[in-house]
């Protein structure tokens, strides 16, 4: 009879959130919390990926000319989604909950994001699924957290271990994933949520396991570099040079969406016409540039393992800067850090050709990098995550390209949410 009323006890501490008292490991009822949110998370992303892909294979059978008007018509779908459904936001208001609303990330606008994302990244669009993916799967933490009625900076990390099972499932990076999601809330005050690093890599670990099982994603890098030997310590010094010269490249992504975010503010329009207007440019840019359109998931390998002509990599360069900025103005929605690590790929390859002494995989790993740590200041996580996708061996030269990015940065952070503890 004690020893019923006992279990009684533990269960019903367990409800109100206290340590069960008889456990003599680390092991605890957050954990399970923590991987049941890791498995919702993986479940999400696998069948997210599955729709993508299914959709951007049938909207693929458009090629040529046709590439505007179903762009075009992506596009103003995607808008009447917005408008009508709910407008999901942007990556700002992500950042601006977990900081400052105590974590809480509201739902209600998942269906809106899921379905206006899809549009956007299967027609073609320069932005990746990694933000949606954030968002979904960092309110699924957010609501699992009201469930069990947590508070305060219990219930921040679990909508954090949320967003980091989402990116990592997509990246196949736990560390990379889990500090990116730390990374992204602010560079210069990611201590502060630390509380949150041992919740993100349990999710992250248990997402990845799903999401591999569910599309047969196997281990190992993504993309084809060609094999790296270290040379020397001059490498190190090649590393920092074309970091330099990557960051110059993100100073003028961040001024091309600067240009383009005023103009598409110049005049009050709806939502939907200003997808349609997007949707036109990019179908025009991506039909003269077909190497332009979607994200670059899978155009990196086409780029490195392809015959290009320098007039044509600085052409692809300079449009799909144009075309990135674009859709992240246009009010189309996606991530931006994949797009980015295509430039920064295209960037290395046109150094290579200019310089063919250079080493090609030091220089686009430097300048996939400096580009990305510029735009988002996460030197930490995007050290980590180009480490794993490319398959490069030696970690310092990343380290050392994307410090190089992070240091170079413009004072002004480019993700709004960044700016008020930065300045």
């Given amino acids: 009879m004690k020893l019923k009323r006992r279990r009684k006890l533990v269960s019903y501490l367990n409800i109100l959130d206290q ?6 490991f680390l092991f605890s009822r957050s954990f399970l919390l923590w991987a049941l949110l890791g498995l919702m998370g993986g479940i999400i992303a696998g069948i997210y990926w599955i ?6 294979h049938s909207l693929a059978f458009f090629d040529g000319w046709q590439v505007i008007p179903v762009m075009a018509i992506c596009g103003l779908l995607a808008g009447l989604i917005i408008h009508f459904i709910g407008d999901p936001g942007e990556i700002d208001l992500i950042v601006n909950n977990v900081r400052f609303n105590k974590g809480k990330l509201d739902p209600k606008n998942n269906p809106s994001m899921i379905l206006s994302s899809l549009l956007c990244v299967a027609s073609g669009g320069s932005l990746g699924p990694e933000a949606p993916l954030v ?30 099972s989402g990116f990592t499932a997509l990246f196949g990076a736990p560390l990379g994933g889990s500090l990116f999601s730390l990374e992204i809330l602010h560079h210069k005050h990611a201590v502060e949520y630390y509380k949150a690093i041992i919740p ?14 569910i599309i047969h994603l196997g281990l190992g890098p993504i993309w084809n570099l060609s094999a790296y030997e270290y040379s020397g310590i001059f490498d190190f010094g090649y590393a920092v040079l074309f970091a330099i010269i990557g960051a ?15 103009l598409f503010d110049r005049q009050p329009i709806p939502i939907y016409i200003k997808t349609l207007i997007g949707g036109i440019c990019l179908g025009i840019i991506a039909f003269y540039f077909p190497l332009t359109r979607y994200f670059g998931h899978h155009e990196i390998n086409e780029l490195l393992g392809g015959e290009f002509t320098l007039t044509l990599l600085i052409a692809i360069l300079v449009f799909k800067i144009i075309a990135i900025a674009i859709t992240v103005t246009s009010g189309w929605r996606g991530g931006f850090i994949i797009p980015l690590f295509f430039v920064g790929a295209t960037l290395g390859v046109i150094i290579n050709q200019l310089f063919p002494s250079v080493n090609l995989s030091l220089a686009v790993v430097s300048c996939m990098a400096a580009i990305n740590t510029c735009v988002t200041r996460t030197p930490m996580s995007t050290t980590i995550l180009l480490a794993t996708l490319t398959g490069f061996g030696h970690f310092i030269p990343i380290l050392f390209a994307s410090l190089t990015g992070y240091f170079l940065a413009p004072r002004l952070a480019f993700i709004n949410s960044q700016r008020d503890i930065t300045n």
């Fill in 19 to 24: 340590p069960v008292r008889f456990n003599p």
């Fill in 51 to 56: 729709g993508l892909e299914f959709l951007t």
């Fill in 135 to 164: 968002q979904v799967t960092g309110s699924t933490g957010s609501w699992l957290g009201k469930i069990f009625r947590l508070k305060g900076e219990e219930l921040r990390s679990l909508s954090i271990a949320g967003m980091a």
């Fill in 200 to 213: 993100a890599f349990v999710a992250s670990c248990f997402s990845y396991l799903v999401f591999a099982l």
């Fill in 248 to 262: 110059c490249l993100g100073w003028a992504f961040i001024f091309c969406t600067k240009f383009f975010k005023a």
